[in-house]
């Protein structure tokens, strides 16, 4: 039981008041199991509805106009706007999936980059390592036929040798750092790749929700604007109907009370010559029109007499004179 749209349109605001407060009551006697309490408290909405000239039915949804107002008139259903949730849900499921995806496949192809340059990392740098080490080499060898034709001694040869170790192993060690950072920054690299992903996956997720929840917020908004419209254009045309409907069993009531008074006044007129025979269509009893008669004939005798009501011996009864 709630306050419903007839409600809404044809109490003050005071009953809605009113209707709101039996309402409560009765909610709480249903949620109590308390029958009696809910009879109660929908005997008292019907008695607020009747003020206003009509009830609610059963379940207090419906338009009855009162006995005095003629028959009960129960509203057409119609149908309202239905919200499209499944399609709503399917569309977004679908935009969902779709972007992620997109961010698999973007992420997918920026880790297998990676993946390439961290294979090839080693390669490269042991590349440079070899570089390295067979300029060393042709080097030392260089120096050492220079010095066999320069006739150079074995302290300067030996000088030249240490030299030439330090610098490859400065060399070596620079390309060792090189490639340990090369490999740090790759390592860098995929944790931002991954967390990129992450975040991401989160935030398209997020926005598909958001999303998501205000289409379904619009289409139930439509769907309640629907209802509404629905019920109130509805109760305007159902009580129209019943307006009219009231309307023309008033003229009929007017022109059979028109029609009783013209067969009133006319039994009244024959009463006056002593014809009560009008009085039968008026729905008077046999007994009851005797009676009139008897009363007419007692006041006028003469007239009766004349009219041949009574006989020469009952006008002589009736007044103790002769004709």
């Known amino acids: 039981m709630a306050v419903s749209v007839y409600d809404r349109q044809f109490l003050t605001d005071e009953q809605k008041e009113k209707l709101r407060a039996i309402t409560e009551e009765w909610q709480r006697a249903s949620a109590a199991g308390d029958r009696a309490g809910m009879d109660s408290a929908h005997a008292a909405a019907e008695r607020v509805r009747a003020e206003a000239g009509y009830g609610g039915g059963a379940d207090g949804s419906l338009y009855l ?95 030249e040798a240490l030299a030439r170790s330090n610098q490859l192993q400065k060399d070596l060690g620079e390309l060792d750092a090189g490639e340990a950072e090369a490999q740090r920054d790759l390592l860098a690299r995929r944790t931002a790749l991954n967390t990129k992903y992450a975040d991401d996956i989160a935030a398209a997720v997020a926005q598909g929700e958001a999303d998501r929840a205000q289409a379904l917020l619009e289409e139930y908004r439509r769907a309640e604007e629907s209802r509404v419209s629905v019920s109130e254009s509805l109760a305007q045309e159902n009580y129209r109907a019943y307006e009219s409907a009231v309307a023309a069993a008033r003229t009929a009531a007017e022109k059979s009370d028109a029609s009783a008074k013209a067969q009133k006044e006319r039994a009244e007129r024959l009463a006056g010559f002593g014809d009560f025979s009008g009085y039968a269509a008026l729905g008077y009893s046999e007994e009851e029109i005797g009676a009139m008669k008897r009363a007419w004939i007692s006041k006028n005798p003469l007239t009766a007499y004349y009219t041949g009501a009574i006989s020469a011996e009952e006008y002589r009864r009736l007044t103790g004179k002769k004709i």
Not at 98 to 117: C, H, M, S, Y
Not at 130 to 145: I, P
């Open 65 to 159: 106009p009162s006995a005095s107002a003629g028959s009960g008139y129960v509203p057409e259903k119609r149908t309202g706007y239905r919200p499209q949730t499944e399609a709503v849900d399917r569309l977004y499921d679908a935009s969902r999936d779709l972007k992620l995806a997109e961010l698999k496949t973007a992420f997918d192809k920026n880790a297998a980059a990676l993946e390439a340059e961290g294979e090839a990392i080693p390669g490269l740098y042991q590349a440079g390592r070899n570089d390295v080490s067979a300029r060393s080499e042709l080097a030392g060898k260089n120096f050492n036929e220079y010095a066999a034709a320069s006739g150079l001694n074995t302290g300067a040869a030996g000088q």
